[in-house]
């Protein structure tokens, strides 16, 4: 190793008496050799077998609500389909690199911050401000952004900002809406559950409620005004190459993904 940061002129690891971590420099070669050598192992594999089959293990991360909606099913597809590949899941709301935690693929959605890896989107979805019926019959249903402030909130922890909301209706101008959460949760998971049992309303990505809204569990609240819309990213670590078991899972999901939300599209 010494030798090796000798010839680069550059250091690759941090010592010291219990452990070895490597520096940012040492990061982004070992993703560049290690995305050489997997190329160099599928270029053999695909002499051999005359086509390129996924083989090996595949890392991914993905925020929990998306993950359990979306990238378990697709994971469970692609395992039957390529029994070769070792499938790692990491399912939490924190963002982790995935140079940093050697990620193959990490799942955002939301907003994306600058970044030196590799994004493409996937997929946008909508905002909607939704509560269970039964806490709607208590309340005077709102009629206008302003309304919400008499509601209680449960307020997604996780966001930077996540007591303030951009509303837009037709030919009017945006209005910003401060609320104060009755319930603050880490989890949009969790929140969907608290606003189901009547804790309050909650603003919420549409592919979580679609199935709440068509069973009646939940209600949209101001339909006729929209919040700002996200998107749902797949990030790459900064290298050319991607493994077949990369490329071959992000189809799988994006098939499913397309599913849903024509499904979505179409019963709303």
């Known amino acids: 190793m010494q030798l090796l ?17 490597l520096t940012e420099r040492g990061a982004a070669f070992y993703e560049s050799a290690r995305a050489a050598l997997m190329q160099i192992e599928e270029a053999y594999r695909g002499a051999q077998q005359g086509n390129e089959v996924p083989t090996g293990e595949l890392r991914v991360t993905a925020p929990l609500d998306f993950g359990v909606a979306f990238v378990s099913e697709a994971t469970a597809a692609f395992a039957r389909r390529y029994p070769q590949v070792s499938v790692d899941l990491n ?8 140079v940093e935690n050697r990620f193959d693929i990490a799942f955002r959605v939301g907003w994306l911050k600058d970044s030196a890896n590799i994004a493409r989107k996937l997929a946008d979805f909508q905002q909607f401000a939704v509560a269970a019926p039964t806490l709607m019959e208590s309340l005077d249903r709102p009629s206008v952004p302003d309304d919400l402030i008499a509601l209680p909130f449960i307020a997604n922890r996780a966001l ?9 209706g037709a030919g009017e101008p945006a209005r910003n809406v401060a609320l104060t959460p009755a319930i603050r949760a880490n989890t949009a998971m969790g929140i969907k559950a608290c606003a189901m049992a009547g804790g309050g309303f909650a603003i919420l990505p549409d592919f979580l409620v679609n199935d709440a809204l068509r069973d009646g569990s939940l209600v949209r609240l101001l339909p006729d005004f929209t919040l700002i819309s996200g998107g749902i990213y797949a990030v790459f670590p900064p290298t050319p190459f991607r493994s077949a ?14 599913a849903a939300f024509r499904n979505a599209l179409a019963s709303g």
């Open 5 to 21: 940061e000798a010839e680069l002129g550059t250091a690759l690891v941090i010592r010291n008496s219990r452990h070895l971590k």
């Open 245 to 258: 078991a990369t490329r071959q899972f992000l189809h799988v999901l994006q098939g499913r993904l397309h």
């Open 160 to 168: 930077t900002d996540a007591d303030r909301w951009l509303f837009q």
């Open 91 to 98: 399912f939490t709301d924190a963002r982790l690199d995935p």
